[in-house]
C-alpha cells in the first residue's frame, strides 16, 4: 500500500503538467478500450454480484460514456477560471485582480462499492484523472475482477505509470491504513455506513461521500397511478433493490392507497426469480449477511402486523430473497425506517401530504424522495418540502443521467456529485492576485 | 443634440475609470432621492399619461428599487471576468491565458416610451451608468416632465457634468439625427414600430429594442379558470391595457369557453371608468389617435361577427375607450392579430390546444405568452411548444420582477433585457492574452 | 435562394427536437470525414486561393478539431439554463421561478471569406447546427471549391435533408437578397467593409460580423526584442499578410525602433517568395485588385517619404507583391490607417507609450493588437489602454485557440465569437416562469 | 448549550422562509447599526487584544462593509440556480429536467478567532444568516466584548429570537461539547491547529476552517525593492504579526539579499512601540504564552547562527516582544518552519528561485504566499510554481478585498472563503427532477 501510495506520488505533477486535451484524450482511449472489452468485464459482474447480464453490459458501456463526457466537462470546468476585481468591494482601487482557477488534489483514494464495481468506480477516476490527480483505487471485494479488468483498459490506453493503483483487500483489514494514509489528499467514497468511520478519521482530507439511502416515493391522490405504479416497482426491485437510489418505502395517501396496493402488487407478482446470466429479474444478493439482514427486516414488519400483498410472501433460498411487498407499514417497524438493500418493498398509509413527508424528513437518510402528483403546484410545493438531496416528481429515484447533480443529505453523503461536482471535488481552488501599483481600467 | 453627444463622450472615460463600487454609491444616492421625491414624480405621471394615481406611485418606488439592485448586480456582473488556459483546445499548450471582461460601450441613446416613462428609462440608465457609460436620454414627449424630474434627481446626487444629457423633441422629428450620430455606441429603445425603423438605420451599432407584444393567454381544459379569469383581467385592463406585457388575446379551449367568458365578463363589468386621479381602473388613452385605433379594431371586429360579454359595449368618449371583452373572434378579424394598446380584449375559442400554440407562433409579435393548466406535463410541454420569449404559466404575462430575463422573439425585440441581461449589453467584451514563453501550471 | 431558404425552414424544427448528444454525434462524424478526406480540401484551398500546402493541411485539421470542440461545448451551454428565483427582488415573494434556457434562432446565413473558406465555415456551422438551427451557407467565390468538399462531408454524416443548403455566386449579385430574405433568422459574416453594408440592411436580424482589422503591435523600451521582431514578422507575413489578425502596423518606441527595424529586416528578407505549392511564404494574393490596392498603398507611402528596409522593394508581379517594410511611417500616409491584407508592413515610431496607444485607439478598426513588455505592470496597463477587441502581451494576434473570446470594436466587429460566445449567438434567450399560488421554499 | 441549539434548530426553518430580499434588509440594518456604534466595539478591540485604535475602529467599519457586501452577494447567488436538460448525456431524451439550488445548512457553529473578533465573525455571520440559517457563535474569549456588541447590533436589526445565539467559555472547557453537539449542521472555524482537532471530530459535519499561515515572500533579483521592503515590513509587522496572512518568512535571493535587509531593516528600525490607545505599530502580544512562545522561536535562531539587522534585538517585557528581523535563517531553525505570530520576521538567503519555491512547497502551512518580481513570465511562472492557497504578485498576503477567493492548501484549511465561497459554504445543493412523459423541446 505505500507502494501504491509512493508510486502515486510521484507520477502526480508530471500528469497535472499534462495538457488537459491530452489528459481527456486519453480518457477517449480508455472508454474505447472497455466499449470493446465489454464482454468480459460484464461476464465478471455476473459471475461476481449476481448482476442481470444484461444490466451488466449496460453498466459497461455507461461507464465508457461516462469517461468520454468527463473528459469533455474537465476540458470545459478546469480551463476556465475567474477573473475578480478589487473595485468591487467598498473602498477598493482597480489595482488588484484575482485570477481563480482549479489545482489538482493530488492523490485520492477511490472506494467505490459492490453494486456498481465498474460504474462508481469510473465516477471517481473519470473527474480525478482529468482534473491531473493520481489515483489509488481500492475495489470492492466482491466486483474486484470487474474493476481490475476496467482498470487495465486505462492502461493500455497509455497513462503514465504509478498514476493509477489498485489494492485489493477487505476494507476492515486495509481501511484504516489506506484512508489515514499521510500521502492521502483527498477520498472519495460510495458504501454504507462504513463511510461514517471514515468521516470521523478523515480529519482535514477532503471527502466526497455517498452512503446509504432510504428513498421515499410519496403518492398524492392526483398521482398517474399507473405510472406511478410502474416507476416504483422498477425503482424497487432492479437488481434486486441493491441500488442506494431504490424506492425503499411507499408513503401512499389513504384515499388511493388500494388502488395503488393492487397495481403494484399485480406487477411485482410478475417479476422472474433466477440467475443473473438468464436476466432474471430478482437474483441472490451479494452475500449471506445481506440476505439474512433483509430477512430479519420483513420478519420484524410481519410480526408487527404488515401485509404482504399479492399472494407474495417472505423466502429466502440462500443469498436469494424472493420478493416481497408489505402493506401497512408502521412507523413502529423496522422497515418504515431501514435501508434494506433488498427486494422487499414497505408500503405506508398517511392521512395527508404533511404526514408523508414528516415522515421523509425525519429519517436520518437521505439521498433522493420522489414524489407522484399531476398537479403543478403541489408536485413542486411537495419537492421543495421535502428533504433530501434529490426530488424526482413523477418519475423514480435515479443516479443518472450522470452529469445531474447527485448528493445526499445527513448520514446520506457529504459533497455533492455528478459530473461536474465531482471534477470540482477532486480539485481544491487558488487565486493569483496581480497587484498593480495604481488602478487600470478599459475604458471602452 | 451634437451638445449632448460631445458632453457625453467627454464624460465617458473619466466615468469608467471609477471604482465600481463608487459608481454603485452614486446610482444608490439618486434610488434614495428618487424615495424621497416621489410624490412630485408621481403626480406629473398621473397629469401627463392618466397613469391611476397609486400606479403612478408604485413606478416610482419600483423604479427607486430597481436603480440599487441594478448598482448591485452591476457591482459583481462588472467586477468577474473568465480567465481562460489555452491547452482545452486540442494541441494548444497551457502558455497562454486569456482574461475576458465586459467594457463600457461608450455613450449610449436610451429611449423609453411613454407607458412607463420613469421606470423604463431607469431600466436602461441604470444599467448603462453601473457599466461605465455616458448617457443621452430622450424622454417621450408625454412623460418627458416626469421623466426630467427623475434625471433631476440623478443630478442632484452628484454624477459628473456631461454624463447624463438629456434632449426632448418629437421622435419624428429628431430621431434619426439622434440614432445616425457618429458619436452613439449603442441604443436602447423601448416602443412600438419606430423601432423596426431604427434597427434598419443603425448599421454596427448594438441594439437592445422592446417593440410591441401581443401576448396571448391560453386557457386549457384542466385550468383554474377563477385564477385565469382573474390573471386575464387584471393582465389585459391594468393601466386601460397600454402596457407591452398586457394580456392581447385570450384562446380558450372550446370545452371551458363558455364558462370562463362568463367569469372574465363578469369582472370586466365591475371594473371602475374615469380619472387617474381617482385610482379609475380605466383612464383616457395617451393619444386621441390611439383611441380611435383601438375603437377601429374593436369595430372591424364587431362587423365581423364578434360578440360584446356581459352587456359591455364599444364606447369611446375622446381619448377615453370603456372596457370591452369581445367573444368569437376570428382569425380575420384584426383584433386577432394587431396589439390594441386599449382597453379592449377579444377571445378566440379553439378546438385543441394545438390551434391555440399555432395562433401564438403564427404571430409577428412574440414578447410573452402564457398558458393556464393545472397539469404539469401539460403546462410545461405547451410553454416549450410557445414561440414567444417568455412564457408565464398559470400567470399573467409581466415584465418583473425585474431580474428576470425580459425579451421578445421576432418584431418584439432584440437583444435580451432584464437587470444582468441589460448590464452585459450595456458593455462589450474584451480579453487580453498573456503569452509565456512556455506552459505553465499549477499542479496542486 | 429561395429553395435554399425553403428546405432550411421546413428542416429546422426537426432538427431542433433532436437530443443535444445526437446533435454532437452528428458533428463529430462530420469531423471524421474532414479529417479522412482533407488531402483533397487542402488541394483545393492551395488552388483556389493559393494558400501554402502546408497550411492548407492545417487549416483542414485545426477544422476538424473546431467542429468536435464545438459540439462537446454546445452540448454543455445549451443542455444548462439559469433557474431564477422572485424573491431576489424586493417586495417579491418565492413565488414565480423563471427558469431561462437558449433556443435556435431558426434559419442563419453563414458567409465565410475567401482567407480561411473552411475554417470560417465550419466555426459558423458547428455553432449553427449544434443550437438547433438550420443553415444557407454563402461560400466566397474562390474558396468555393474547398467549402463545397466540406460541405460533402456534413452530407455524407447523415444531417438530415435540407439542413444545410449551399448557394454559390457574387456576392454583389446574390447578397442583398440572401441577407434581406423574409426567412433569414440570424447572419454571420467574415469579411470585409461589405459587412457594413449588410449591417444597415438586416434590421431585427441578429448580427454577428467580422469585418477588417488593422491591428498594431507596440514595442516598448523593456521589450525582448528578438520575441517580438519573430511575432511581428511571423504576424504580418503569414499567408502573405492576408489574415484579419495580421500585425499590420509597428508603433516602436524611438529608443528601441533601429534595433527592431533591424532584426525586422533581416528577417523579412528571408522570406520565399513563389508558388503555394511550394510552401512558399509569401504567394500571390487572391485578386489582381487586391495586389493592385496593396501597390497603391505602399506607393503612397514612400511618395510621403517612408523608408524601405532591409533592401527590400516594391515589386508587383501580377497578383504577387514581394514582402516590403517600411519604416518612417507617419500619420497623413495611408498606410498608417488602412488595412493592406497583403506583404506589406508599415513602421510607425513614437516618442512615448502614450502616443502609440493614441494611434491604436484611433483607428475606426479594432479587431486585435499586442504590446511587446517585459514589465509585468507596464504590460497590463498597455493592454487596459489599448481599446481594441484583444490585446496580445507579448505574442502576435491570433484568432485561436478558438475557445478563446474573439470580438472586433468599432467597425470591426459586432457580437462576439469564439466557439463558446459563436453557440450563443446561434440561440435566443426564453424563459418559462412558473407561478405558484404562494411562496415556497426548500429549508435545508 | 443546549438551550442555543435549540433555541437555533427552533428558529431556522421561519427564516429560511422569509424572501430572501428581507434577509439582506435585516443584514444592511445590522450593518448600519454597526457603523452608528462603531466606538465602544473599537474600544473593546483596544482593552481587549491591544489592537492599535486606528486600526480597531477600522475593523468594525470594514465588517459593516462586509455585511452589506454579503447581503447583496448572498440575495444574487442564492436567488438563482441551474435547470440541466437531460439530453446532454448519451442516450439520454430531454424528458427530464434537474433544477439545482442551494438549500440552508440547518444549524451551524460559528467560531471566530482573537485577532479580529468582530471581522472574522461577520464573515461567517454574514453568509451563514443570508443564506437561511440559525446560528450558534462562540465568540474568542478574549474579544469576546467586542463580539457581544456586535451581536447586539444584530439584535436591535430585528433578526428572530433563537436564530443567532452567542455561547461564551473557553474553548478547551466547552469545544468539544459544541462542535460534537448533534444539532449542528456545519462548522466554521478560524483560528489555529486547534483546527485539526476539530476537523478529526466532526465527521459528516461540513467543514470551514482556516488555520495557521507561513506566508513566504519570494524577492526575486529583478523585484523593485523599495516596494518589496515596504509590502514585507507592511505585511509582518501589523499588528505585531498577528495575523494569518502576516508575512512570515523571507526567501530572498542571495544577488539582492544585502540590499533588501538593509532597506528592510530600516523601515523596521522606525516602528513605534507603545500602547494601542497611542496607535503604536508594535503592541503587547494576546498572552504571555504567545510572547514567550515568539521569544523562544528567536532565541532558537540566534542560538544557531541568525543575524539580527539594523541593530535590533530580542527583546520581551511582559506580553510585549520588540520588532526583530533575523537574517540568514537556515532550514534548521524552528523560526523556517514555525509560525511566530508575532514581531519577529524571518529571512532565509537562496541560491535560486527554484530554492525558494522549494522551501515554500514543504511546508505543512500553505495560506498564502508572495513573489516580488519585475517580469511578467516570472512572476507569473513562480505564482504558478507556488503551492499555496493564493500567491500575490507584487503585494503582500492579504485576506480582501474580502469578495476574492481566500483558502489555504494543506494543515492551512479546508474549504474556500471569501464572499461567495463562504456563502456557498453555508448551503448545500439540492435538486428537483421534473420527468416529463416525452421528450420536449423549445425548437425557437
Known amino acids: 500500500m505505500d507502494a501504491a501510495y509512493d508510486a502515486a506520488k510521484v507520477a502526480q505533477p508530471g500528469w497535472a503538467q499534462t495538457p488537459l486535451w491530452k489528459r481527456a ?71 488588484k485582480m484575482s485570477i481563480e482557477t482549479r489545482v489538482p488534489l493530488g492523490v485520492v483514494l477511490c472506494v467505490p462499492p459492490f453494486n456498481y464495481p465498474v460504474n462508481l468506480a469510473v465516477s471517481k477516476l473519470g473527474p480525478a484523472l482529468i482534473a491531473g490527480n493520481a489515483v489509488v483505487l481500492k475495489p470492492p471485494t466482491q466486483g474486484a475482477g470487474a474493476c481490475l479488468h476496467m482498470v487495465a483498459c486505462f492502461a493500455a490506453a497509455g497513462f503514465p505509470a504509478g498514476l493509477i493503483n489498485t489494492v485489493t483487500g477487505r476494507g476492515a483489514e486495509i481501511g484504516d491504513f489506506m484512508t489515514l494514509h499521510p500521502k492521502v489528499n483527498g477520498i472519495s467514497f460510495t458504501g454504507g455506513d462504513t463511510g461514517l468511520e471514515i468521516a470521523k478519521k478523515a480529519a482535514m482530507i477532503p471527502l466526497q461521500m455517498e452512503l446509504g439511502g432510504k428513498d421515499c416515493a410519496i403518492v398524492c391522490e392526483d398521482a398517474d397511478l399507473d405510472l406511478a405504479a410502474a416507476a416504483i416497482v422498477k425503482g424497487a426491485f432492479s437488481y434486486s433493490g441493491q441500488r442506494c437510489t431504490a424506492v425503499k418505502l411507499v408513503l401512499v395517501l389513504d384515499t388511493v392507497a388500494d388502488a395503488l396496493v393492487a397495481k403494484v402488487g399485480a406487477k411485482v407478482a410478475k417479476l422472474t426469480v433466477g440467475a443473473p446470466e438468464d436476466n432474471a429479474d430478482i437474483t441472490a444478493l451479494v452475500s449471506p449477511a445481506s440476505a439474512k439482514f433483509v430477512e430479519g427486516l420483513a420478519a420484524d414488519a410481519l410480526a408487527k402486523g404488515a401485509l404482504p400483498v399479492a399472494g407474495l410472501t417472505l423466502k429466502r433460498e440462500g443469498n436469494l430473497i424472493h420478493p416481497l411487498v408489505l402493506d401497512r407499514v408502521t412507523p413502529d417497524m423496522r422497515l418504515a425506517w431501514e435501508e434494506p438493500f433488498g427486494p422487499v418493498l414497505p408500503i405506508v398509509r398517511v392521512p395527508t401530504v404533511d404526514a408523508a413527508v414528516a415522515h421523509v424528513n425525519a429519517s ?23 428533504s433530501t438531496g434529490t426530488v424526482q416528481i413523477n418519475g423514480a429515484p435515479a443516479r443518472g443521467p450522470d452529469h445531474f447533480l447527485f448528493a445526499g443529505f445527513r448520514d446520506s453523503g457529504l459533497s455533492s456529485q455528478g459530473v461536474g461536482p465531482s471534477i470540482e471535488f477532486m480539485t481544491k481552488q487558488k487565486s493569483v492576485v496581480i497587484n498593480l501599483p495604481s488602478a487600470s481600467y478599459a475604458t471602452g
Open 364 to 386: 436520518r437518510l437521505a439521498l433522493q424522495g420522489c414524489v407522484f402528483s399531476s398537479h403543478i403546484d403541489r408536485a413542486l410545493m411537495i419537492a421543495d418540502a421535502m
Open 25 to 95: 484524450e486519453l480518457l477517449h482511449k480508455a472508454a474505447a478500450l472497455m466499449r470493446e472489452h465489454a464482454a468480459p468485464m460484464a461476464a465478471a459482474l455476473v459471475a461476481e454480484v449476481a448482476k442481470p447480464a444484461k444490466d451488466a453490459a449496460t453498466e459497461v458501456l455507461r461507464s465508457a460514456d461516462l469517461i468520454s463526457f468527463t473528459a469533455e466537462e474537465g476540458v470545459r470546468r478546469l480551463g476556465e477560471g475567474r477573473a475578480l476585481l478589487a473595485d468591487s468591494f467598498p473602498g477598493a482601487a482597480r489595482s
